[in-house]
């Protein structure tokens, strides 16, 4: 139901199992998942990492699916996009703590995980991930530049780059949840950031607009990841 080149998940009669390759790799990135779904299901369950460093866990959720499913089949709600962006927001900081980031985003990484009726969204995949060093971004392989890449990540001209501020994520974070927001509310899909702006005027004054507004402040040092 879900495969990339280093995460796999799928469905058994009654319970999922997510298959991790190279789990030492991406065991970091792996374990902001499994913490989110402690905080969420309360229910602490210990990975089984095999012999040929492949992790696979089994997890009791009610459902899996994937975001543009959501959106696609008219199941999305205002509340799920409060949820949504505590999520993501909350897996991206436990990301930090561990020194790493999501340089730039893509629409179809992100699944809502149901456990007991409690939704919580997780970002899947590991190749967009990338290490911080002095709460900079260390940028050492060529990457495609799109609407989710932060405009001070576009000016870099030269690889290796060690210049990049972790709120460059903050941006592409918002920029992922107005992608969204534009299928959820059926208006064009943005192409670029007067489109964005189009976008989060549909929403203006509401808790999410000054949240997102929060995330695309010019100024990199000003931008915070907060929905108040």
Known sequence: ????????????????????????KHKDFVSTIIQTFVDTNGEEKMPNLEKDFTLRTQIAADKIVSLETLLKNGDMTDEYFKILF????????????????????KPKHTYLFVFDFVGVFIYLNPEDVYSLEMERIMIDCPFEKTLFTAPEIKQITAIPDYTILKQASYWSFAAL????????????EPKNIKDMTTVLNKIKHKKMYWALQRC?????????????
């Open 1 to 24: 139901m879900y495969k990339n080149a280093h995460i796999e998940i799928s469905k058994n009669e009654y319970t999922y199992t997510i298959t991790v390759k190279d789990y030492h």
């Open 86 to 105: 505590k999520s993501l927001a909350f897996q991206l900081e436990n990301l930090h703590k561990k020194n790493l980031t999501i340089l730039h985003y």
């Open 177 to 188: 949840l107005i992608h969204y927001l534009s299928q959820y509310l059926k208006i064009k």
């Open 216 to 228: 695309l402040e010019a100024e990199p040092e000003r931008r915070y990841l907060i929905f108040i």
